[in-house]
């Protein structure tokens, strides 16, 4: 097990980054006696606002890096935007996980899907692209519509562009080559699937896993806004699914806690299509529907502790996120009403200003079966006053 810097204090868990994973995170730290260190660009982050050991000017700031690093026993990260090179200088004194390498395979998506195929996971067929010419020449071959993605920095839909004709194709390049960020591109066969899923996975130093439960997501103008626990398809998908899930997670030798999205075609095809090496939004659910959630055996994966029991207590969970509806205060006008809803799980996310769909918060909502949770949580999100 990992051991504090003195035998007389608690272990700190650093978090790169301070948004509402690294404060779910923190919970869950706080909860097993493990203080937190938190470094974010801004002063005032969700997480950043839990804790005395809140370095806000970034980890591009090397004397504030150095500083972080200092602090933690041990460091985790709560988005995968971080640059490699940084977890490489933090692995130098302190142990960090993901690792840096783990990161390389996954912080691009065109590499990331070189290695899940590799590895012999089924993924949309997928190329790499250099000129407009290219993306040409994939849309003749393989058929309208098809996907031009940012290969880096692509989340919630941005980074994504549907292209239904050739003249699409020219607008996508143009779009991604004037935002400033200089990005490379990859194509991708469009999937006509007919549900999409998730399956959160727990891996620890000694490749002992941890595999939640096959979720449903759905999504509202490429956020994810609804997870159903568990997926109503053919429990046959369902673990063909974890079985995809935990693969990925060991051709990375990922460890911590990892959330892949996958793909049921018409013809019960399962499909990756990315993985996330962090806590992710379709794992939330697991705070109050599972015996151990995806944030704690996140912490404990990285500290070496014995993994916690994935599975559901309830017979059905669902979480619907709470998406901003307009610009101001990301404090709710009332939740009096949504917190009288009973089996149901309010969680805000201390932001402290709102945009339109945002992620400021959700609610999860247990239930004897999948749908009679997703009334109960749509009933206290509908009856929350913004």
Known sequence: MLKSKTKDT????????????????????????????????SSDSPAGDMTKLDFSNGWNNPAELDKFIDSADIITLESEFIDP???????????????????????????QKQTFSNAGISVPYFEEIN??????????????PFLIKTRTLGYDGYGNYTVKSPEDIQIAWDKFSSDGKNRKLMTEKFVNFTKELAVMVARNHKGELAVYPCVETIQKDHICHTVI????????????????????????????VFGIELFVTA?????????????????HYTIEACYCSQFENAIRAICDLPLGNPQLI????????????RDGSGVPTDVSKSLAVE?????LYNKKQS?????????????KDPQSAYQTARRAADELIW
């Open 10 to 41: 608690a272990i700190v868990l650093g978090i790169l980054g301070g948004g509402q994973l690294a404060k779910m995170l923190a919970n869950s730290a706080y909860r097993l006696g493990i203080n937190v260190s938190i470094i974010e660009n």
């Open 85 to 111: 090179q940084i977890l490489e200088y933090i692995a130098k004194s302190k142990p960090v996980f993901p690792s840096a390498d783990t990161l390389k395979l996954v912080q691009d998506k065109f590499i």
């Open 131 to 144: 000129s407009i010419a290219d993306g040409i020449k994939f849309g003749n071959e393989n058929g309208f």
């Open 229 to 256: 626990a568990e997926a109503e398809i053919d429990p046959s998908l369902r673990i063909k699914a974890q079985e995809l899930a935990v693969r990925c997670v060991e051709s990375i030798n990922g460890v911590g």
């Open 267 to 283: 013809n019960g095809e399962v499909l990756v299509n990315e993985i996330a090496p962090r806590p992710h939004n379709s794992g």
């Open 314 to 325: 309830t017979g059905g969970a669902c979480m619907v996120n709470l998406l901003g509806m």
């Open 343 to 347: 089996s149901s799980f309010l969680h």
């Open 355 to 367: 945009r339109k769909g945002r992620k400021m918060g959700h609610i999860t909502a247990l239930g």
